[in-house]
């Protein structure tokens, strides 16, 4: 007769080794959808002598009531699509902390940062959305953001520097 002494008790640590390569699989997938894939090293390294796109100054600076409607139009359209492509990384508010960050060296920039992002021109920050840098994917390249949606996301960033950014819209 069996008792419950000769049955040898099933350990639970390969189920939860298990567990873990899912949820780890399932977050560099999050990864590598939300950040476009990878990119190849052409992209990450940019020649001394390209030039970031000329500014428009012909936008109206924020607030400043010429245009509001369009520029807040433009802001919509680039608050969504922050969320769905830089949010992993970015956070939803922007502060570098979204759940992608934690496996990221350096740390991806914290957006509401007004004394870094109001030093920022508007070409220079188009620039890094379409060209990417560092682990940033170029979000230009592949057909994956054309330039419209690279200058909303620009304008939606404006609105999230604290203090808040004063000068022209991208």
Request: net charge neutral; proline share 7%; hydrophobic share 30%.
């Amino acid at each position: 007769m069996t008792t419950s002494h000769d049955v040898p008790a099933r350990s639970t640590r390969p189920l939860s080794l298990i567990a873990f390569l899912v949820v780890l699989g399932a977050l560099a997938n999050a990864l590598l959808i939300g950040c476009g894939g990878s990119k190849s090293e052409s992209t990450s390294q940019q020649s001394a002598t390209d030039t970031p796109p000329a500014e428009t100054s012909a936008r109206p600076a924020m607030g400043s009531g010429a245009g509001d409607d369009s520029v807040s139009a433009e802001i919509a359209a680039g608050m969504e699509i922050y969320v769905q492509r830089c949010s992993l990384c970015h956070g939803k508010e922007g502060k570098g902390d979204g759940p992608g960050a934690a496996g990221l060296n350096p740390k991806p920039r914290n957006h509401t940062d007004g004394t870094y992002m109001n030093d920022r021109s508007n070409a220079e920050l188009i620039d890094v959305i379409e060209n990417g840098k560092g682990q940033m994917p170029a979000w230009g390249k592949g057909g994956v953001l054309d330039k419209n949606q690279i200058r909303h996301v620009t304008a939606y960033l404006r609105t999230l520097a604290t203090p808040k950014y004063t000068g022209p819209m991208p």
